[in-house]
């Protein structure tokens, strides 16, 4: 049974810098999707992909996992959030931010193929 849970304005980012500890390592979760992405985009090189939301760095990991070679950039409102992707992303090409998915600091003309 979920609960529903005021997620508007600050609501978002208090939640889940209070319940980062809930989130754990699944990749098993992903690993459909992740796959059915490589499949979609395997033509594409110098892929650029962006996670918003990135929680934990687990689906990227994901990706990762299933063989997919990528620029990735994660996003993710929780200071605490973006602190665990960093952690259990270290040792991959992905480059982490603290930011609100209305405002990410990047310049315009960037481009992502997913």
């Known amino acids: 049974m979920f609960q ?3 997620m508007s304005g600050s609501g978002v980012k208090s939640f889940f810098e209070t319940h980062a500890h809930d989130y754990i390592m699944r990749p098993s979760f992903y690993s459909t999707i992740a796959n059915k992405i490589k499949l979609e985009v395997s ?3 110098d892929l650029k992909l962006l996670d918003v939301g990135c929680g ?3 689906f990227i ?10 620029e990735f950039l994660a996003t993710d409102i929780s200071f605490t959030m973006s602190n665990m992707a960093r952690i259990n992303l270290r040792l991959n090409r992905t480059e982490i931010l603290v930011a609100d998915a209305f405002n990410i600091p990047i ?5 992502f193929d997913v």
């Open 107 to 111: 310049n315009a003309g960037k481009r």
């Open 43 to 45: 033509y594409l090189s």
């Open 56 to 58: 934990d760095g687990t």
């Open 61 to 70: 990991k994901s990706l990762i996992n299933a063989g997919m070679r990528a």
């Open 4 to 6: 529903a849970i005021n």
